[in-house]
């Protein structure tokens, strides 16, 4: 219902700004896509446009009152859900399209929930929720008349996570296969806004970690991590190809990576020995770009039953690769044993994968192993509202 609300906002916001939108933009403030001070975060082709969930931009603002987004013609058609937080409030989703698109500043979904107080600078966070339909061309951000932007300031930690669909915000069928808001209610995204961290999400439903053919995917992650695009690209007209990333705009980099994977090599019979070949060589790339980051490597936490048992993959063979790592001298390699993170109840019955609440009790049971280790969430956001 929320979605559906969303939809009619922002068609609503759209229809009856737009014209205004276009007559304004003489007295309006006009960002191009290319200015310096936009902070871009997750991945960005040239055009700019977004691929991966939880791509999207930061915008820190002296005196902001409204904001539209002109979108280019790679936007995903007929729209692309956007996760919206105004100075660290909670997101709520807005539904855009190629053109002008105005933002409402608080959730056009809750019209009794109170605006963020008001104070002299502001910070807007925008991202995409969907691991596919998820797609924005930025061609320009226009803020009223009078606004100033300003730098915005990373936060010092920086989480990077690597999976699959119980990573990137899937929901059941009934939803269409994506949670209420997307991976803004996953597990990662949940585990960085604790944290007051920057986070980016890998994760592709379907996708095997070996770089085979596997539902949909026609890469795996030891691929297709390494580029641009995520493995949604096979199947878009405007975009069939991939480019390679350049992990140099990640900024900052990352302070620590998480990796959650493995189901979907084990549903496409990849052998234990061969899975444990490939994540190795893959933990070996990694170390090319992150050479002294910590490295997280969790275990399943399963496939729960009603009955209350849990069916487990790959059993020991996590703990076999932290080993290796271990052995060759990589101390900064650590294992996350999720056994019994996960039970009937926090799973949709029709696909066993974390609901809602599930996705929040594995978030607080990873942020309570991190403090546990000496991992401590910022005491406040690095940008200042």
């Not at 007929?78 to 539904?95: I, K, M």
């Not at 990640?250 to 490939?278: C, K, L, Y």
Request: net charge negative; proline share 8%; charged share 15%.
């Amino acid at each position: 219902m929320r979605v559906l609300a969303s939809i009619v906002s922002a068609c609503v916001f759209v229809l009856s700004h737009g014209l205004a939108a276009s007559s304004a933009s003489a007295t309006s403030v006009v960002i191009p896509s290319d200015h310096p001070l936009i902070y871009f975060n997750g991945r960005w082709d040239s055009s700019p446009g977004t691929w991966w969930a939880g791509s999207g931009f930061k915008l820190h603002v002296k005196g902001l009152s409204s904001l539209l987004l002109n979108l280019g013609p790679h936007t995903t058609a007929p729209l692309a859900s956007v996760g919206v937080s105004v100075d660290y409030a909670p997101f709520y989703t807005v539904n855009v399209s190629s053109g002008a698109n105005v933002i409402p500043l608080s959730d056009p979904a809750s019209p009794a929930q109170k605006a963020p107080a008001k104070s002299p600078t502001q910070v807007v966070r925008i991202n995409v929720e969907g691991w596919q339909n998820n797609r924005i061309n930025l061609e320009s951000i226009v803020l009223n008349k009078g606004a100033e932007l300003l730098p915005y300031s990373p936060s010092k930690l920086a989480l990077q996570f690597i999976g699959d669909s119980l990573s990137a915000g899937v929901g059941s069928g009934s939803q269409g296969q994506f949670l209420p808001e997307g991976v803004n209610q996953a597990w990662p995204f949940l585990t960085g806004e604790a944290f007051k961290a920057e986070h980016r999400v890998n994760a592709q439903p379907g996708a095997a970690l070996s770089d085979i053919v596997s539902y949909g995917n026609e890469h795996g992650l030891s691929y297709q991590y390494f580029k641009t695009e995520d493995t949604g690209y096979f199947y878009t007209i405007d975009h069939n190809f991939t480019t390679p990333w350049n992990f140099a705009r990640d900024h900052p980099p990352p302070t620590h990576i998480i990796i959650h994977i493995g189901a979907n090599d084990a549903s496409q019979n990849v052998t234990a020995d061969s899975f444990v070949e490939t994540y190795l060589t893959f933990l070996d790339r990694l170390r090319g770009l992150y050479p002294s980051q910590p490295v997280f490597v969790f275990t399943p936490w399963g496939w729960p039953n009603a009955d209350g048992t849990v069916s487990y993959y790959y059993q020991g063979q996590y703990e076999r690769i932290v080993r290796n790592r271990e052995s060759v001298g990589d101390h900064n390699t650590f294992l996350v044993n999720t056994t019994g993170w996960v039970t009937w109840e926090d799973v949709f019955p029709d696909n066993q994968h974390p609901n809602v609440a599930g996705h929040q009790k594995i978030a607080s049971l990873f942020e309570k192993w991190l403090v546990e280790r000496g991992l401590r969430p910022e005491p406040h956001w690095a940008t200042p509202v």
